[in-house]
């Protein structure tokens, strides 16, 4: 008997150590611990034994199953190990391989300037208010003291939509819209930024699109002085503290007097150089005291009431303070543009 049992075990070690998938594994666990397999059919054998038999060979049988499913085990075990191994080979991750990088969007430039002139005027206790882009011809002109067939409207070529809607060609509706908003006719002290379209065609200088900030204020008493040194902060602002500026007379309908606004040049300081044409000095933006037709247009009283406007073009800002020399960078999504621009990645540098 204790042959057998023997020759039984060596039998299923033999298998064992040929065994190299979990299938083969279940087959060798099926046939020799089944009902049917060979240890059953030892056990039933022991009906034959006498008592002493019995027990001895019992033992020895128990013993048997005992070792052949510790050696079914450790089959198992390592067959296990195999696989995850294989595993590991097989999907293993090279981490000195150079990664694909991790693309962070980032703030438009034209937006983070906006938002740098929206912060100083807000600090300044102006409120920032928006407009229509779909304008009508009342507020984008007749109110703004161009009335039609003005001969000022052909500078702003515009997209008209029907006669009297059109693409605002600037953000001086904004302006006429606040003032009669205003039923109790009070103080304003607003900038709107927005979108402002013109025919043009489009080259490194000229857009069909492009923004403006619009600056108003209205009160009793506000002159010229005043309007002077709200510029001179924002330039001083926005392009460094050393920078002076300098006001020329100019023309537009909806301010009287009409000024340009130059900076001193923030390239060579005012001695001249090729952004500033030798001159010293750059033009930065249109302004003015606002007109008394615009007044009475939007129910205030010239009388009572005095104010100045201006218009800050966000592009020309930007180019200047930046050195950008093609305004169409700003829209053609040029992903290696808009990256220098990124304040996460060049907080990072
Ligand atoms: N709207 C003018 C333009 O688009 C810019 C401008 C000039 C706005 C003078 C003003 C101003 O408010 O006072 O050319």
Redesign the pocket.
């Given at each position: 008997m204790n042959e057998k049992i023997n020759g039984l075990k060596q039998e299923v070690e033999q298998k064992l150590k040929n065994v190299s998938t979990m299938k083969e594994l279940n087959e060798v666990k099926t046939f020799y611990l089944g009902k049917k397999g060979p240890i059953s059919a030892l056990s039933s054998m022991m009906k034959d034994l006498s008592v002493e038999e019995k027990r001895e060979f019992g033992s020895a049988l128990n013993k048997l199953k005992q070792e052949v499913n510790l050696m079914m085990e450790e089959v198992r075990i390592r067959l296990e190990e195999e696989e995850l191994n294989r595993r590991l080979e097989k999907e293993k991750i090279d981490v000195t391989l150079p990664s694909t990088g991790v693309h962070f969007g980032s703030v438009h430039p034209l937006t983070q300037i906006i938002d740098e002139i929206e912060e100083l005027f807000v600090s300044m206790g102006y409120d920032v208010v928006e407009g229509p882009e779909v304008e009508t011809d009342l507020y984008n002109f007749e109110k703004l003291n161009l009335p039609k067939g003005h001969p000022a409207r052909d500078?702003?070529d515009s997209f008209y939509i029907t006669e009297e809607l059109l693409l605002r060609?600037?953000?001086?509706p904004v302006?006429a819209r606040t003032m009669d908003a205003n039923t109790e006719k009070t103080p304003i002290r607003v900038i709107c930024p927005g979108k402002?379209y013109r025919r043009d065609d489009d080259d490194a200088t000229h857009s069909h699109q492009f923004t403006?900030i619009?600056?108003?204020v209205i009160d009793k008493d506000i002159s010229l002085a005043d309007l002077k040194g709200t510029l001179e902060v924002f330039a001083r602002k926005v392009f460094g503290e050393d920078r002076e500026i300098r006001l020329r007379p100019s023309f537009?309908p909806?301010?009287e007097p009409?000024l340009e606004v130059d900076v001193s040049c923030m390239k060579c300081g005012g001695k001249g150089c090729s952004v500033c044409k030798g001159t010293g000095w750059i033009e930065i933006?249109?302004?003015?005291m606002?007109h008394p037709n615009v007044l009475r247009a939007c129910g205030y009283d010239p009388e009572k009431y005095t104010g100045?406007?201006?218009?800050i073009g966000p592009e020309r800002v930007a180019m200047l303070k930046y050195g950008i020399s093609d305004i169409r960078a700003f829209y053609t999504n040029d992903k290696r543009f808009l990256e220098d621009f990124n304040r996460v990645k060049g907080s990072e540098e």
């Open positions: 500078a702003q060609t600037q953000t001086s302006q402002v403006q619009e600056g108003l537009f909806f301010t009409s933006l249109g302004s003015g606002v100045f406007a201006f218009g």
